[in-house]
């Protein structure tokens, strides 16, 4: 089982892992595409620093506990949550419990979000975040 | 779906050329990882690099030769064969060198680099010294600096023997995101940082010292650290009495700099700039590293680099073991790069202007003005324009050279991408990506690499060289090395370093030189410094050849900006810092990336809330920026990273390009840089 671990203060804001993201689930048309990261400002006012970070998806699985509609789910193989959008409702209440705030929603208000890579993982390849991470910000760890 | 093929290639987005393990499937680039096991790089990507699909199938690609059939500007193109492109091309060129000479035309590289050698072989041969390069706004003053002291091309540091490291405006993380993992691994090896940036960025926040200096004050602060190291007597007696020329002047100088002095001009407290000179001249072997342009976008940039320098003769860190070492790394030899001179029979454009640039030769003229030089036909004129990447946001006041480059007989771009200096061309021809094309790298430590082509080229797009074989083909101008095709032409790369282009492309991980030469320390030992004196020359006699004609100074001379700049502070009270690097952004070329172009709103004005707060613009808000060359709106961004008083812009959006507020003839004396990183502005609410 995978365990996915994302450390802010290695994290340098640097906006690979970001990218990185779109550009795996997406096709270099699609310009609008989003990536399952989200972009945020940590200030520290005292210090005078300031910097990007880009917290994704840890596959914690809180989110799994509070769907009501069983559209969030971990697959067995590598222990990935996941989600299952037919199921959906749109009820939001994964949003209110994701601790990295990165379960976003479609158009029509279906839950969208990191699926660990999946589809590369079973090639043997890293997910695409971690795969170009420089830091170390981004981990997976068997466990 | 097909099967998918992994090939070994490089990106070339930005100049840094990171290898790549490239993912093909039926034909086409699906995805891109970072070559593992190579030095300086351990599988990482940059956000550039990684948005490598949108950059190869980007709708703004130029596919066929395009040939201008509106008026000039118009933007209206029809296509037309490489036939008539390549004939077009020497007619014209041919033309323009019967009726003007072959000075009145000027060969330009922008970016990619990678083909200089050979677009300088065309100019040598079609007998124009005006070879040019984007270098004249970036990096080549900062070789141009260390070349006056040590004669011979920049020293980086051994960062594997260095005990402490010396960062002095370089944000690696953002601008070399690939080497986080060598920072890092300084770290842990207990490595003393000191980093000198006007920002606490995230590099700086990892240092042990961070001298927060008010941009363009280098050189105050650099003279201020060797006055402290002079007069605790931490410096290198012996390589100062046997290798420094010009010590006692220096000496003599650098004690106008007390560190309560040197407070007040650069706003570093004394404590630590006393601190940071103790750290670098006591804890050695200490190594600096450079950057390539923040020093040198100054209008003192020059000297203040020439100030940082001297520290690494002053400490006896040159060329020693953890210090600037002229081979710190095994080294084979190759051809081309480097080994090209440029054609120097006729006074060259620049020349004129910055003397210095031609005696510390770099082997392209220098074109800062080229502007200028078109619209006043002075040294004499100019008509027509080859190029190949030309980017006018390169250029401070952009749509200056824009409307000059309307001016010319013949201009022709070869270009990826449709970019505002192609719309202005007679001709644009569609160039390869590094993905379309073979390329023969040479690498740090002897070490070689064949790019492979992992797509076929998109419409009909073509390598720069074999574009530049065929036009000299047509005109008749038959070179040595270009006359033989581009197979040749890596092989005659590769030659000096006893390796085939054949064993190489069998061997896609890379290939050291077979000739490989072994780590050099204290080279000075067995030849003199290739300066007039033979030494290192803090005091530079190059430099004082031009004291009464240009005013050069041969001591690393401190001049305030904010005195010389002729400006009025009180009209425009904050300084203007344009171009500090973002990670997402590469100049103007990748705004045409939607992925990279909205990660943050662009253009964006990073401003301290404090001077949000004094000029009510409210953090998100739309802002005027207006200079006294010109003026531009952005989105505010609050920033407390950087110092109040402070206004940072990332340049080259098409949406506003804070180059335009650079006025085209605020540029170093010496080295005609344009002082990107410290003019003036005001904001306005919008």
């Known amino acids: 089982m995978m365990k996915v671990r994302f450390d802010r203060n290695t994290c340098t804001g640097c906006f690979a892992c970001y990218v990185a993201c779109i550009a795996e689930h997406h096709g270099p048309e699609e310009a609008d595409a989003g990536s399952f990261r989200r972009v945020e400002k940590v200030t520290d006012l005292a210090a005078g620093f300031q910097k990007n970070v880009c917290p994704g998806c840890i596959h914690c699985g809180k989110c799994i506990n509070v769907c009501p509609s069983g559209a969030l789910y971990r697959e067995e193989t590598y222990g990935l949550v996941l989600a299952d959008k037919e199921k959906c409702t749109g009820c939001r209440a994964c949003e209110s419990v994701c601790p990295m705030q990165v379960i976003r929603f479609d158009e029509d208000g279906k839950a969208e979000k990191c699926d660990g890579c999946i589809s590369r993982i079973k090639e043997g390849r890293k997910p695409a975040c971690k795969s170009v991470c420089c830091t170390g910000a981004i981990r997976m760890e068997e466990r | 779906m097909g099967e998918t093929k992994i090939v070994k290639t490089s990106c070339a987005v930005c100049g840094a050329c990171c290898e790549i393990d490239a993912y093909v499937e039926d034909g086409k680039l699906v995805s891109v990882e970072g070559a593992k096991n190579t030095p300086m790089q351990e599988g990482g990507m940059c956000a550039k690099g990684v948005a490598a699909a949108q950059f190869e199938y980007n709708p703004e690609r130029i596919l066929y030769p395009m040939k201008r059939i509106g008026e000039k500007g118009e933007g209206k193109f029809a296509r037309i064969s490489w036939d008539e492109a390549y004939d077009m091309i020497a007619e014209n060129l041919l033309k323009v060198r019967r009726e003007y000479g072959p000075e009145a035309t000027v060969f330009y590289v922008g970016y990619p680099k990678w083909f200089r050698p050979a677009m300088l072989r065309f100019a040598n041969l079609y007998g124009s010294p005006n070879f040019c390069t984007e270098s004249s706004t970036c990096f080549q003053a900062a070789a141009l600096a260390w070349k006056s002291i040590y004669g011979n091309r920049i020293c980086g540091p051994d960062l594997n023997n260095t005990k402490t490291l010396l960062i002095w405006s370089s944000n690696l ?194 074109c800062t003005r080229l502007a200028d030089y078109i619209l006043e036909e002075d040294p004499y004129p100019i008509k027509a324009v080859f190029s190949a990447g030309m980017n006018h946001r390169m250029w401070p006041k952009p749509g200056h050279l824009l409307e000059a480059l309307k001016k010319l007989d013949f201009y022709v771009n070869t270009d990826m991408f449709w970019s505002d200096a192609s719309t202005v061309a007679d001709l644009v021809l569609p160039a390869c ?163 990279l172009a909205g990660i943050e709103a662009e253009p964006m004005v990073e401003i301290h809330p404090e001077d949000g707060k004094k000029y009510g613009i409210e953090d998100g808000a739309k802002v005027r920026v207006v200079s006294p060359a010109g003026e531009m709106t952005g989105a505010a961004a609050y920033h407390v990273g950087g110092k109040p008083g402070v206004v940072y812009i990332y340049h080259g959006s098409p949406h506003g390009d804070a180059n335009e507020l650079i006025g085209k003839d605020y540029l170093d004396p010496i080295s005609g840089f344009p002082g990107f990183k410290s003019y003036f502005c005001r904001m306005e609410r919008v």
């Open chain 2, 173 to 366: 993380y953002h601008s070399k995101t690939t080497t986080s993992g060598s920072y890092q691994a300084l770290k842990k090896r207990g490595v003393k940082i000191i980093d000198v940036d006007p920002r606490h960025t995230v590099t700086a926040h990892d240092a042990d010292l961070h001298l927060q200096l008010i941009p363009g004050t280098d050189g105050a602060l650099a003279l201020s650290m060797a006055q402290v190291i002079i007069e605790e007597d931490l410096y290198d007696h012996d390589f100062v009495e046997n290798y420094v020329f010009g010590f006692e002047e220096y000496r003599e100088y650098v004690q106008k700099f007390p560190p309560e002095k040197a407070e007040k001009i650069t706003g570093v407290p004394a404590d630590k700039i006393r601190r940071a000179a103790r750290l670098y001249a006591g804890n050695g072997p200490a190594s600096l590293m450079f950057s390539a342009s923040p020093i040198v976008h100054h209008i003192s940039g020059v000297q203040n680099y020439r100030a940082v320098f001297s520290l690494i003769a002053l400490t006896g860190n040159y060329d020693v073991e953890g210090g600037n070492r002229t081979q710190p790394g095994p080294f084979s030899p190759a051809n081309e790069f480097g080994k090209v001179k440029r054609y120097d029979g006729k006074e060259a454009i620049g020349q004129k202007d910055f003397p210095a640039w031609f005696d510390l030769p770099c082997q392209e003229a220098q």
């Open chain 2, 433 to 595: 990506t590094s993905y379309e094309r073979e390329e023969v790298q040479t690498k740090p430590g002897g070490r070689f690499f064949f790019s492979n082509r992992v797509v076929e080229p998109l419409g009909e797009a073509k390598n720069d060289i074999e574009i530049i074989m065929e036009v000299m083909k047509r005109m008749g101008l038959e070179d040595e090395v270009l006359a033989k095709g581009y197979d040749a032409y890596m092989q005659y790369i590769l030659e000096p370093s006893g390796l085939t282009l054949e064993e190489l492309k069998a061997h896609p991980e890379g290939m050291k030189g077979k000739n490989l030469y072994p780590p050099a320390v204290k080279t000075y030992e067995r030849e003199p410094f290739h300066t007039p004196s033979g030494k290192v020359e803090i005091r530079s006699l190059v430099l004082e050849r031009y004291k009464d004609t240009h005013g050069y100074s041969g001591l690393p001379v401190y001049q305030d900006f904010r005195e010389i700049a002729g400006v009025d502070q009180k009209q425009y009270p904050l300084i203007l810092n344009t171009g500090s690097r973002k990670p997402q952004f590469f100049h103007s070329r990748v705004y045409r990336m939607p992925w």
